[in-house]
């Protein structure tokens, strides 16, 4: 499995346990490096562009369900009233 593969997966995980996430709760699951952490944001972007994530702004570094992840992942209606908080 690529690392952008292994992102991909972690960052759905966190979608389908917390509704929510940051770059940095990818990192610490995988024990990447800080030399790495353009390697995640790069892909959480492209999370982004497909609708599996989305985020209140371009600055803001929580990410949450996105149309698609809406759509499609096993995420609880009470996962996602909690991740808005």
Do not use: P
């Not at 690529?2 to 917390?18: F, P, S, Y």
């Not at 024990?31 to 999370?47: F, I, K, N, W, Y």
């Not at 609708?51 to 992840?69: A, H, V, Y």
């Amino acid at each position: 499995m690529t690392m952008r593969d292994q992102i991909w997966n972690a960052a759905l995980e966190q979608l389908v346990a917390k509704g929510k996430f940051k770059a940095a709760e990818v990192m610490d699951e995988l024990d990447l490096s800080e030399r790495q952490r353009q390697t995640v944001r790069r892909t959480l972007r492209q999370l982004e562009e497909q609708g599996w994530l989305s985020r209140e702004s371009k600055q803001s570094g929580i990410w949450r369900l996105g149309k698609k992840g809406r759509m499609l992942l096993n995420v609880s209606e009470d996962t996602i009233d909690e991740s808005r908080e």
